[in-house]
């Protein structure tokens, strides 16, 4: 079956280490998204990819990067990572190009910087 | 701009009671499309229903139904006889030709036994 998974599910890092969140989808979506969940705020957007090579920035995209090399990854970087950015991280995929579709969320993933 | 309110932060109900989680939005798009998502305290999101804009059929599946009504701007969620397993965040979402959604902050629903 198709699935959109996360990786590692729960991490704990240190202020100002860098670090990489992955994800990967197989349902061959060509949208990928990446949010953080806040008490208070709901899921707020952090960055957000149409396809291979196309990345945009969210909402809340400060201190993050991402990348696309192919359909089905969208790793989320944390260049240095700060304590404000504790929090819990979920990828999400939708249908094809030029189609509105329902986005599919990965387990998410926990993090906390000390 | 565009926005989503769920201005119920919490609700609680004993069991077996119905129980409507209200959700208010602001576009200015005239197609879109509106979602709501059942988070369960594992963590994982759950996509509960896709209605888009120009569908104003209210919606009903077993103990779910969804009043979408376009002249309030509001698509509310109703739990018809809940049960302990309702118990969960609710979050409705939007989506106006971006892909992009725009989340409320969600409704926590809890269902005493």
């Known amino acids: 079956d198709a699935e959109i998974t996360q990786s590692p599910r729960h991490k704990i890092t240190e202020t100002g280490r860098q670090v990489t969140l992955a994800c990967h989808q197989t349902w061959n979506h060509n949208n990928m998204f990446w949010y953080r969940q806040d008490l208070g705020h709901g899921l707020r957007l952090i960055h957000y990819s149409y396809g291979v090579h196309d990345t945009n920035k969210g909402e809340v995209s400060d201190g993050y990067s991402v990348s696309r090399s192919n359909t089905e990854d969208l790793p989320l970087t944390l260049e240095s990572a700060a304590s404000s950015q504790t929090s819990v991280y979920f990828c999400?995929?939708?249908?094809?190009?030029?189609?509105?579709?329902?986005?599919?969320f990965g387990p998410g993933t926990r993090l906390t910087v000390l | 701009a565009q926005k989503v309110t769920q201005a119920q932060t919490e609700i609680s109900v004993v069991e077996k009671e119905d129980v409507t989680l209200d959700c208010v939005y602001e576009?200015?798009?005239?197609?879109?499309?509106l979602f709501w998502y059942k988070q369960p305290p594992s963590g994982e999101l759950v996509f509960l229903i896709r209605?888009?804009?120009?569908?104003?059929q209210n919606e009903i599946s077993g103990r779910y139904s969804w009043n979408f009504q376009k002249s309030t701007s509001s698509f509310n969620f109703t739990i018809t006889a809940s049960q302990v397993v309702d118990s969960a965040v609710y979050f409705c979402?939007?989506?106006?030709?971006?892909?992009?959604?725009?989340f409320g902050t969600g409704t926590r629903l809890k269902v005493l036994a």
């Open positions: 576009t200015r798009d005239t197609t879109y499309y």
């Open positions: 979402a939007l989506e106006a030709g971006t892909y992009k959604y725009i």
């Open positions: 999400a995929s939708s249908g094809v190009a030029g189609i509105t579709d329902t986005q599919y």
């Open positions: 209605r888009n804009s120009f569908d104003e």
